[in-house]
Each structure stands twice: as C-alpha cells, then as structure tokens.
C-alpha cells in the first residue's frame, strides 16, 4: 500500500498478504498468474474479513492485473464480500422448502434480536452479521440457519435466538 499511513494492525495485514502472494513466485509475465487470483483473494479475505476497494487495488498490483480484472471476480463469486461482516455470520436459508417451514418468521426473529435487517452492516460490536440465503442444500433439515457454516436444522424462532446467545455468550 503506498502514500496511506496505515495502522500498525493494518500494515501487518498488507505485511501478512504480501508474505502469502510473494510465496506462490507470480511472474509478470507468466499469463497463469490469473489463475492464482481467486487463491489470493481467498487468502486476503481470511486476513481482512472482507476485500475492501484498497485491498483489491493492492492485489491487483502485487498480480500483475488490472484493477478491473480483480474486482471482476470479487464481484462474480458470491464468497467474496466487500463490506464488512460480522465475526459470526448468520445466514437463515429462504429456499422454499425452509420458507414453507416458516424461516420468514426465524429472519425476523433474529432481525429483532440483533437490532440488524438481513444483508445490511453487521451489528454494532461487530460479532454478527446476518443474511438471507436462496438455498443452502439441506432441505430434509427445514427451515435451516446457519453460523459460520455451521448448519443448524429444523430452526424455529426460539431456537435460533438460542443458538444466536450461545455466540453471544462466547464474544
């Protein structure tokens, strides 16, 4: 990152990518260096929590692309996030099997209890954010939410507030 002055805590984060993205010996001019971006932001999005437009500019240059190149990807892989989220992600599933099972009223509840619409910023200290699935593949399980991957099946309102204070309570 160049003519920003970054936080200590930031620096280290560049310092910690630039570490990664040095190790794998991209080429200028070896064309397979393309193939190793989804890799790299993978990586950028562990150390950052998210890929914010610096960080993508900055990996643009380390790899040798356009900045185009770089948020062409981020912006065609759902994984990818460029805002920030919350250090438990809350994804309630709305397929229609789950929306039949009542996970409308599960997103609401939770909603209410974090004080956050599904989609938006993540909760004021930071530890939860929450969105709106399609379909997450787990339909026998209806309605399903998950945390940070974790698939918790047959929700009700109740329950996923439960399963929300235990996170809660962990911080």
Known sequence: ??????????????????????????????????????????RAQAIFGYLPREVQIHVAKKMFLTEAQVSGVVSFYNYFSTEPKGKYCVDVCLGTACYVKGAEKVLQELERVLGIKADTNPTEDGLFSLSALRCVGACGLAPVMMVNGKVYGKVTP??????VNEYKAKG
């Open 1 to 42: 990152m160049c003519c920003k002055k970054l936080s200590e805590a930031a620096a280290a984060k560049f310092a910690e990518l630039d570490a990664f993205i040095d190790g794998l010996g991209i080429d200028r001019a070896d064309e397979r260096r393309r193939g190793r971006l989804i890799q790299v932001l993978h």
């Open 158 to 163: 109740a329950k996923a507030v439960e399963i």
